[in-house]
């Protein structure tokens, strides 16, 4: 059974950078599809950003374009997303997850079979 786990959330100010690191463990975890997903207050989960189990194709939310990159480290098991010019409506809970034996971009929270617990950001005015 795979596992999840985000870290890196934490309170930042408007304009600021935050980078979160997502570590997936379990069978062939390196090659798993990975993304990006976030839950602000009293809003539904949207989608922020997705990568390939390779690292060469990523897809962007439109509100995070520009803003927000996503990478995958060395040990390709993890998966980091720099923010930098964080706004006050990126105030969420940031969730990682993964999908294994699969070669494209997972798109929406139904195309994810692991999740972490999620990890607070939170980026005041």
């Known amino acids: 059974q795979a596992q999840v786990k985000e870290s890196g959330g934490g309170l930042v100010q408007a304009g600021g950078s935050l980078r979160l690191s997502c570590t997936a463990s379990?069978?062939?975890?390196?090659?798993?599809?990975m993304g990006w997903l976030r839950q602000g207050p009293g809003t539904e989960r949207n989608f922020v950003s997705a990568?390939?189990?390779?690292?060469?194709?990523?897809r962007y939310a439109d509100s995070v374009k520009g803003r927000f990159t996503i990478f995958r480290g060395n040990d390709k098991n993890t998966v980091y997303l720099q923010m930098n010019g964080l706004k006050p409506d990126d105030t969420a809970v940031y969730y990682c997850?993964?999908?294994?034996?699969?070669?494209?971009?997972?798109?929406?929270?139904?195309?994810?079979?692991?999740w972490g617990q999620g990890t607070q950001v939170t980026v005041s005015s």
């Open positions: 997850a993964a999908r294994s034996g699969f070669r494209g971009l997972c798109l929406s929270d139904r195309d994810y079979i692991y």
């Open positions: 379990g069978p062939t975890s390196e090659n798993y599809a």
């Open positions: 990568i390939t189990w390779d690292g060469i194709h990523t």
